[in-house]
């Protein structure tokens, strides 16, 4: 399954599936505009089948309404929101049309800034995750770490149904949607939910 879209300058693309067997993906991705940013939410509830679709679509739900507000209190917001059901790994980047990023995640969905090196698209920037789990446990002190994305840059995030070293399936001359099937096709488990989310900064016009 798929889903792509454009906000600002950033074109985004999703690529995912259930783990074989499933019939519904407990991996969420959400991305929504403000004014000068977007919000980019990949989430990942725990386990697999029905409740792990529940946790990550409360997850969705709340992020959804809330968009606007700092990642600590969106992070925060999910927490509650999860109380009652089995947990979710959630990573939340804000990504300013200047090519601003600020991002946080607890648990294991990874986040990554790539970008052009003479050897090949390589790894810039990744983010910090603290450990814990959205709706069970969670640190009392969050904070998120900020990075920037040049022009033609790739922020790519993907849950752990997705092995590393993901970039070796980056070409980064492709469309979004492209790299994300490659990077699903070429590092996807079976064994796991598995999501990819792939967002290019395509630079501000002038
Ligand atoms: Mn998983």
């Known amino acids: 399954m798929r889903e792509e879209g454009r906000v600002g300058p950033i074109e985004w693309a999703a690529a995912w599936r259930p783990r ?19 919000l980019i939410a990949v989430v990942d509830g725990l386990g697999h089948g029905a409740p792990a679709a529940t946790a990550a679509a409360r997850a969705v739900e709340v992020l959804a309404a809330r968009h606007t507000g700092p990642l600590v209190e969106l992070m925060r917001a ?66 998120p770490r900020t990075s920037s994305m040049r022009p033609g840059d790739l922020l790519v995030m993907a849950t752990d149904g997705v092995g590393e070293p993901f970039v070796d399936a ?28 792939v967002a290019r900064h395509r630079g501000t016009p002038r």
């Open 78 to 143: 999910s927490h509650r929101a999860l109380v009652d059901t089995h947990g979710a790994a959630i990573s939340l980047a804000c990504l300013g049309f200047d090519g601003g990023l600020a991002w946080i995640g607890v648990g294991n969905v990874a986040a990554a800034v790539v970008g052009a090196a003479p050897g090949g698209p390589s790894v810039r920037a990744r983010i910090l995750q603290s450990g814990g789990i959205v709706g069970y446990r969670m640190a009392s002190r969050l904070e």
């Open 20 to 38: 074989a067997g499933e019939s519904v993906c407990g991996d969420r991705v959400l991305v929504t505009g403000a004014e000068r940013a977007a």
């Open 170 to 197: 980056v070409e980064l001359a492709r469309p979004a949607t492209e790299i994300a099937d490659a990077i699903l096709a070429g590092h996807g488990t079976d064994t796991d939910d598995a999501l990819v989310l």
